[in-house]
């Protein structure tokens, strides 16, 4: 979700929840919010003039009124008559209105000035779509001197654009830089961070894929043809489904290519960005394929688990590894919609991926488990005390807003998000190791994957864990920890209290 359009919804008055879910985590949007507020309660305080004393009429002035009034029979009785020949005129006109066809009825405008003499609009052809206008048109424009290294790059993605783009939506583009990830893709592919700016001539913005209208951070693939000419293999921000089988194909598809960043751009934005900075062009283990050394040859969605929530569905997919369908495995799939799309939440197979966690990392399981329906304010688990609780428990959905008191000590891996990306952009975030997540309060029934924590005195925060983009181990002591459990992704968060030691 695009701060762009949460603050057009603002000026709007037409806010969803998770207009008012990304307000909360925003900084800027909510001193947007703030300021139309404000201007609001500003209009409202307004005092409407009362009329002083002395706009009161003077005795002569009323006189002169009466006098005026007292007219000619026959100059009343015209004036009258030319009222009702109006008023019937009106009734007509109104009638025959609302006597025609719902085909003949106009939607109501808004007056427009006259102009001073008619008008008469130049006869013109049909457009054709061989020779369109200037806005069905796609421009592209590059902000930078294209080197040897990345030419080619610039040339597939421009390809790549005005075959895809759809000019009604937005066309204009402006590729703003390029930059190469630091090692090769899987199979010698190229991958590179793309920043690109799209726009529509007529000044209007659009939030339809393939291209909406803003500025974005694009991960892209591109990939040698036989003939030797490159072309754009996967535009990550392209692989969105509102379908589940759809998604669900697109990580098995993920499987059968081998294609680290068509498995990437499946995930949820907070899981995107924290595997980012380690992303080295698409050289997670997948490059290994699995641990029997296998490829995916065919796949098959199976059964949806009757037990999890519609908002967190989990399903199995069945991998094989031969035509003949005799060796394979079964792989759970979890997911959870985000601005509309699917993602993969988490997954479980014997297939690397960058959703696996490191054995260092916190797992959910090891926290001390509570439960929900029965747990009260003031209880005492661990060596936190619950001071807050709102469960929401009905129609599959499932959601619990938990606050503690109390401090911890705790050691994990810190990394600071660049800026830029979706939802994430600049974010600070800690991901506990697995000794410090047994010190957290677990709710029984968490599905999510390994602990992670977000500081609500980030900027404090940022100052002490280094700049952005950094990434390193640190000791650090925290205090009232809130569980933010709903089916969508969110952090838990902490406040930092000190910082200990840092690698």
């Known amino acids: ?64 009124a009466i006098r005026s009034n007292k007219r000619l029979p026959f100059v009343r009785w015209t004036s009258i008559a030319a009222s009702v020949a109006v008023v019937i005129t009106a009734g007509t006109l109104i009638a ?49 001197q294209p080197t040897a290294e990345n030419t080619e790059l610039v040339e597939a993605l421009k390809e790549y654009i005005q075959a895809e783009a759809d000019p009604e939506r937005a066309n204009r583009f402006v590729i703003v830089n390029i930059e190469l990830t630091s090692k090769p893709g899987i199979d010698n592919r190229i991958v590179a961070y793309v920043n690109l700016e799209t726009r529509h001539s007529s000044g209007k913005s659009s939030s339809a894929m393939p291209f909406p209208t803003g500025s974005f951070l694009e991960v892209v693939q591109f990939a040698r043809q036989k003939d030797g000419k490159l072309v754009v293999d996967t535009f990550a921000d392209h692989f969105r489904s509102t379908k589940i089988e759809q998604t669900l194909t697109y990580f098995a598809q993920s499987l059968h290519d081998r294609n680290a960043v068509l498995q990437w751009a499946l995930l949820t934005p907070g899981r995107q960005s924290e595997v980012l900075l380690d992303y080295e062009a698409a050289n997670w283990t997948l490059a290994e394929q699995n641990e029997r050394g296998q490829s995916v040859k065919s796949w098959e969605i199976l059964n949806k688990d009757p037990k999890m ?67 009260k304010v003031g209880d005492k688990i661990g060596t936190m005390t619950l001071k807050g ?111 200990i030691s840092v690698k």
């Not at 762009?4 to 969803?16: C, F, R």
């Not at 209009?43 to 003039?49: A, C, F, G, V």
């Open 96 to 144: 025959q209105q609302l006597s025609a066809s719902p085909a003949q009825l106009t939607p109501a405008t808004p007056p427009q000035p006259a102009p001073e003499q008619p008008v008469t609009p130049p006869k013109t052809d049909p457009v054709d779509k061989a020779t369109s206008t200037q806005d069905d048109k796609v421009e592209i424009q590059v902000q930078f």
């Open 309 to 375: 929530p519609d908002a967190m569905p989990e399903y199995d997919v069945q991998l094989w590894y031969n035509d003949a369908k005799t060796e394979g495995e079964i792989a759970r799939v979890q997911l959870m919609q985000d601005s509309g799309y699917w993602r993969v939440y988490s997954f479980q197979t014997s297939f690397p991926s960058p959703n696996d966690r490191s054995p260092a990392s916190g797992r959910r399981e090891d926290g001390i488990v509570f439960e929900s329906s029965t747990a």
């Open 389 to 499: 609780l709102q469960v929401t428990d009905q129609d599959q959905l499932y959601s619990v807003l938990a606050s503690f008191s109390g401090r911890v000590t705790i050691t994990g891996q810190f990394q600071r998000m660049q800026p830029g990306l979706e939802a994430a952009g600049g974010r600070l975030y800690f991901i506990p190791d697995r000794a410090s997540a047994k010190q957290f309060p677990l709710l029984a029934r968490d599905v999510r994957g390994g602990l992670k924590l977000q500081f609500r005195n980030e900027d404090e925060a940022n100052r002490y864990l280094g700049d952005r983009g950094a990434v390193g181990f640190a000791t650090i002591e925290v205090e009232d920890y809130t569980i933010q459990y709903m089916p969508k992704d969110v952090w838990d968060q902490v406040t930092l209290v000190k910082v």
């Open 1 to 64: 979700m695009k701060c762009e359009d949460v603050q057009k919804a603002i000026w709007s008055s037409l806010l969803t929840p998770d207009d008012s879910a990304h307000i909360e985590a925003c900084k800027a949007c909510q001193g947007e919010h703030a300021l139309m507020e404000k201007i609001v309660h500003d209009l409202s305080n307004i005092d409407t003039p009362q009329p002083s004393k002395s706009l009161k009429p003077s005795r002569e002035e009323i006189e002169k």
